[in-house]
Each structure stands twice: as C-alpha cells, then as structure tokens.
C-alpha cells in the first residue's frame, strides 16, 4: 500500500510563513509527480503547486512569490508558504502520481490533509 502523510499544518498570523511536507511511503517503484492542493471551506479543491519528476512545476498563478513547492528527496515534498494571508486558510492536501514496485500503471494518491489557518 502507499501513503501520503503530510505534517505541519498550523495556526499563524497574516504576514507569517509556515513550513508543510509529504512523505510518501509504501511498495513504490517511481514517483512521476509529487505537489500540494488546497480546498478552503466551501470552495473546490484547487491547484497549489506540483512538480514533475523532470522538474517541472504547475502551478497556481495567483501564489507565484509567496508559495514555493520543492522536492527534498525523491520522496518528499515541500511547500514554503510565505506573507501568508486569511484567504490562506484552507486544508492543503499532498498529492502523488506513482507507479507501485510490481504495476505497470501510474495512480494518483492522496494525503488525508494538513490544516493550515491564518488569521488577521
């Protein structure tokens, strides 16, 4: 089975920084994509950032200069979040592209999500 654990979800005043990561773990062969999304209450889960194995990144416009997600080891990933605003809040949840030791196929996995919640 594979695992998707995020840690670092916390309570911060606007204009603050915070630091969140996902480690995935299991029987993986390759991880071709590894990132973050956010759902705030009642909205849809949108894009924060992820990054291709080649090291590509897609991401959110609208964070570029304040979010910056980054590969620490081939099975980590982390988001810097920084001048954060209330708008910020929201569970951030870690997501994985991957291809499991004995499959031929890549499936998209999820973590159960980190609260982060910024306030004015």
């Known amino acids: 089975q594979v695992q998707l654990v995020e840690s670092g979800g916390d309570l911060v005043q606007a204009g603050g920084s915070l630091r969140i990561s996902c480690v995935a773990s299991?029987?993986?062969?390759?991880?071709?994509?590894m990132g973050w999304y956010r759902q705030a209450p009642g909205k849809p889960r949108e894009l924060v950032a992820v990054?291709?194995?080649?090291?590509?990144t897609n991401r959110a416009d609208s964070l570029k200069g304040r979010f910056t997600a980054s590969r620490d080891n081939a099975n980590t990933v982390i988001l810097q979040m920084n001048s954060l605003k209330p708008e910020d809040t929201a569970v951030y949840y870690c997501y994985a592209r991957i291809k499991r030791v004995s499959s031929s196929v890549q499936s998209v996995y999820w973590g159960r999500g980190t609260q982060v919640t910024v306030s004015s």
């Open positions: 299991g029987r993986i062969s390759s991880i071709t994509a």
């Open positions: 990054i291709s194995s080649g090291g590509t």
